[in-house]
């Protein structure tokens, strides 16, 4: 199995910055990509940014320009720097990996525990 574990988020006014972090640990041969999604109040899951494993990057449209996804393979790490963030922002953030067990083959998918990011006006 692998583990996922956030830290970061909290509150902010709008205009400021936050960064979110999360590590991967467990049986792992190799992660393919490590990612942010967010969810807020009665909506569905979205896809914030991910980084696959070659370091190519790819972002909502909402948050071009002003978030900034980072990985380090090394540490099976993955951040998520946050600027210019606006009330739309506030939500659930939530770190996925997708990750080949050493016991192989398949890959599977992997959610962190969640963490609550809010922007005031």
């Known amino acids: 199995q692998v583990q996922l574990v956030q830290s970061g988020g909290g509150l902010v006014q709008a205009g400021g910055s936050l960064r979110l972090s999360c590590a991967a640990s467990g049986s792992i041969s190799r992660i393919n990509s490590m990612g942010w999604f967010r969810q807020a109040p009665g909506k569905q899951r979205e896809l914030v940014a991910r980084i696959t494993s070659g370091g190519s990057p790819n972002y909502a449209d909402s948050v071009k320009g002003r978030f900034t996804i980072s990985r380090d393979d090394a540490e099976n790490t993955v951040s998520l720097q946050m600027n210019s963030l606006n009330p739309d922002d506030t939500a659930v953030y939530y770190c996925?990996?997708?990750?080949?067990?050493?016991?192989?083959?398949?890959?599977?998918?992997?959610w962190g525990q969640g963490t609550q990011v809010t922007v005031s006006s």
């Open positions: 996925n990996a997708r990750a080949v067990l050493i016991s192989g083959p398949h890959e599977y998918q992997y």
